[in-house]
């Protein structure tokens, strides 16, 4: 098993839900998080000041999947956050030792 985590623009999550729940995977957590990468940010003007953005608003989705489905997980994320233009996010993968679903006690791949 795989988690993937993807930070992405808050508004391709729907868009991403859809894709993913399109090839059958289904399940996933979603976190409002703030940060930036080779962007560093941006500036505003507010009130006739200008300052600095330096964390942007984006969203991680995590996502536990078998191994067997993970290529299409990813490939499915990246076409769907994908703008072509700088922000759009990255991909992490990461193993995943156990899981355990508490109603009925499965473990493993039944458990995602």
Do not use: C
Request: a neutral charge.
């Amino acid at each position: 098993m795989k988690k993937i985590e993807a930070i992405v623009k808050p508004f391709k999550l729907e868009e991403i839900k859809e894709a993913l729940t399109e090839v059958g995977i289904e399940g996933l957590t979603v976190t409002e998080v703030k940060g930036f990468g080779r962007q560093k940010g941006h500036t505003e003007i507010y009130r006739g000041s200008e300052y600095t953005v330096d964390f942007l608003p984006k969203v991680k989705i995590e996502v536990v999947v078998r191994d067997a489905v993970l290529d299409l997980a990813v490939k499915v994320i990246i076409a769907a956050a994908k703008t072509g233009k700088i922000g759009d996010g990255k991909v992490f993968v990461l193993p995943v030792e156990q899981a355990i679903r508490i109603r009925t006690e499965e473990t493993g791949d039944k458990a995602v």
